[in-house]
């Protein structure tokens, strides 16, 4: 006997074969995060001052160029998982848990221990992405977080011991 045939899925319900629900909104979440640890620490690269200010002015920078690149990967990947990303400044602001700075003046030593403990909360945040998108069986975006994670690990290192003694 001839099985009945299934019928082949559009490319947008293969997308969605697996439960990513829960995991795109982590990493939505994450997303949003990650744009507004990256302006805060602009901010702080921009606003910067005292004795270490070339170091820090440009370990920042360097910060911030690492955030940023990884921004199209993970909206991209949630897309490719036949989720849905953020659309505005709007979304971002709904969303985010890392919270803005607009103090007027923040001194060197409080904008890296609030830079630290912001990285230190993404890392939080990316190992509990990592189990949901496992559940999922999303095996390339539980790849890409793993680098991600390596990545906000470094940020948070040198931000621990650059504050370690001050
Ligand atoms: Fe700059």
């Known amino acids: 006997m001839i099985p009945a045939r299934t019928p082949t ?10 439960n990513t629900t829960a995991a795109a909104d982590a990493l939505n979440t994450i997303l949003a995060d990650i744009l507004a640890l990256y302006l805060k620490t602009k901010n702080f690269h921009w606003h ?4 270490h200010f070339r170091d820090y002015h440009l370990l920042l920078d360097d910060q911030a160029t690492e955030i ?4 199209d990967d993970i909206a991209e990947r949630l897309r490719k998982t036949g989720n849905t990303t953020l659309r505005s400044i709007g ?4 969303r985010q848990t890392i919270r803005d700075n607009d103090a007027e003046f923040v001194s060197a030593g409080d904008m890296l221990a609030e830079l630290r403990e912001d990285n ?3 890392v939080r945040a990316l190992r509990e992405a990592k189990v949901l998108v496992d559940e999922a069986k999303d095996n390339a975006t ?3 977080l793993d680098g991600w994670t390596d990545q906000a690990e470094r940020r948070a ?10």
Request: aromatic letters at 18%; glycine letters at 6%; proline letters at 5%.
């Open 120 to 122: 230190f909360a993404l």
């Open 48 to 51: 910067m001052a005292g004795p």
């Open 9 to 18: 899925p559009d490319s947008a319900s293969a997308l969605a074969l697996w």
């Open 91 to 94: 979304d971002i602001a709904r």
């Open 157 to 166: 290192w040198f931000l621990f011991e650059a504050t370690r003694f001050a």
């Open 68 to 71: 940023f690149s990884v921004v």
């Open 142 to 144: 539980s790849g890409l």
